[in-house]
């Protein structure tokens, strides 16, 4: 591999870029202790949190005594076969799956990230953005630390091998007290899993049974999916270690001053068959498209939803204004998400290859086309054409959320603020651009409250521009320290 140092305004620009990496994971976790199929549950599980990445999935496993790890780029499906999964034994698990958008999609930021410390093997499985990760990596490669990635995820597993804590729990306690931001995660040790919800509670961690081991799981769904029985959520600042099939609480953080549950992943990104904290994703999304519906009617002759992220609240504002419900946009299910192709051109071409309108519905017809939410405004430009193609008369854009108006620190991958549309245009300029007739957009105080009946403190930050914990960056960019890659390098 041949390497050539860079320029001092490339390695500003590339610390830029990696500083953007280091913001923009989606992610979902999966661990269970105490379970003669551990590693095949594990995969049911990550199998149901496949929405939450789709880039690269991974498994360790542990006998009590030494773990294995199978990791690779891709689906769930496309990387574990029976043959891996048989080579994964032990009676215990962590699981995780991952997407990332900008730069470094390579297997080396693939989870659960592994390491053998002084006090054994760990496993981290983490979800959720840390905002003082690039500070605190700085600190440690000046002190000698080699990265091998480029996850923020990887500054606790290096906190936690420094630590002289006497135990595993005890030093990943040490090293969640450094950091600041978003983490639910899972770890496992050669003897016990250890779950962790940061004190802002942003990501959501639950707890579940099954056959008296111990689960826990991003959401609900993936208990459902190996029929684990639902204990309860992680609370914000918890953290439990389970060993012997025994569940220890703790609570070692200072407070936060107040809870911070992303309210997007009611709105997007988790799936609606889980429950959040006790509240149903689905009941909660029809209930954002019927206070929709109230705060923005018009006389139309169908409700269309964008398939599938506006499918339930499409059908609240169906229900609530009394107008009939279409299909009217049928959606491919063999594409990936819009979000994962690389580049602009794919992009539009993901929106054309996921959708098709129905033509014998929209004819002559007034839709309502209700989506959950608009990022660069690329999905909606495209299939309000279409649907003007297929005929619709008029075509009126209901938005369940409030103008997406900044990005996410705590780990949804949204992109950079320049590039949102609602923070460089008006209502009526995003109306224009994407060609509607009119647009609407849930407000922030109907959004707010819509989620009082959720109970909890929120963190709407993506649309409140208030966000609960700032991201640090270094105030100087060190020299020398970056590395043009002629070769792609995974050591994993
Ligand atoms: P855009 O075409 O950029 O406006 O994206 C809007 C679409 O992306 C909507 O259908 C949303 O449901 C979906 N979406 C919103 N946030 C995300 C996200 N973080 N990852 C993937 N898709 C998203």
Request: hydrophobic fraction near 35%.
């Amino acid at each position: 591999m041949s390497r050539t140092l860079f320029s001092p305004d490339e390695q500003r620009a590339l610390l830029r870029e990696r500083e953007d990496d280091h913001f923009h994971d989606e992610c979902g976790v999966f661990g269970i202790h105490g379970h003669p199929e551990a590693a095949h549950l594990t995969y049911h599980g990550l199998y149901a949190l496949q929405h939450r990445g789709q880039e690269s999935c991974g498994i360790v496993s542990s006998n009590g005594h030494e773990q294995t790890v199978h990791r690779g780029m891709g689906l769930v499906s496309d990387v574990f076969h029976e043959k891996t999964l048989a080579a994964l034994g032990g009676r215990h698990a962590v699981g995780h799956v991952r997407y990332s958008t900008s730069g470094d999609s390579s297997l080396r930021n693939a989870q659960p990230f592994y390491a053998t410390t002084d006090g054994g093997p760990v496993a981290i499985a983490h979800n959720g953005n840390l905002v003082n990760a690039i500070p605190i990596r700085r600190e440690l490669e000046a002190r000698g630390a080699i990265f091998s990635t480029t996850s923020d995820s990887e500054v606790i597993v290096h906190l936690l091998a420094r630590s002289r804590e006497p135990n595993p729990e005890e030093r990943l306690i040490d090293a969640l007290s450094r950091v600041k931001g978003a983490f639910s995660l899972a770890m496992l040790t050669d003897d016990a899993l250890i779950a962790a919800r940061d004190p802002y509670g942003f990501r959501p961690l639950v707890l579940g049974r099954l056959d008296g081991a111990w689960v826990v799981a991003s959401e609900t769904c993936a208990l459902d999916l190996i029929e684990a029985r639902y204990e309860r959520d992680l609370e914000p600042g918890e953290v439990v270690v389970i060993r012997r099939g025994r569940l220890r609480t703790l609570r070692p953080f200072a407070p936060a001053p107040r809870e911070a549950f992303c309210i997007f992943e009611y709105i997007y990104f988790s799936r609606p068959d889980s429950n959040l904290r006790r509240h149903n994703v689905y009941s909660f999304r029809k209930e954002l498209g019927r206070a929709l519906a109230r705060e923005h009617p018009v006389g139309a002759d169908l409700v269309v939803p964008v398939l599938d992220s506006g499918s339930a609240a499409a059908m609240g504002y169906a229900e609530e204004a009394g107008i009939p419900y279409e299909m009217a946009l049928i959606r491919n299910h063999y594409v990936q998400r819009t979000f994962i192709q690389p580049a602009q051109s794919s992009r539009n071409f993901g929106v054309r290859v996921k959708h098709n309108p129905v033509h014998d519905l929209l004819e002559g017809k007034r839709a309502v086309l209700v989506d959950d939410s608009i990022v660069r405004g690329t999905t909606l430009t495209k299939i309000v054409h279409m649907l003007r193609s297929a005929g619709a008369r008029e075509v009126h854009v209901r938005i369940s959320s409030p103008p997406n108006v900044g990005p996410c620190h705590y780990g949804i991958d949204t992109p950079t603020r320049e590039e949102l549309i609602a923070h460089e245009h008006t209502v009526e300029e995003i109306c224009q651009q994407i060609g509607a007739d009119s647009v609407g957009y849930l407000s922030l105080e109907g959004l707010r409250r819509t989620a009082t009946s959720l109970k909890g403190g929120f963190c709407d930050a993506c649309f409140s521009d208030e966000y609960p914990v700032e991201i640090e960056t270094p105030d100087v960019v060190p020299q020398l320290s970056l590395f043009r890659q002629a070769d792609e390098d995974d050591p994993a």
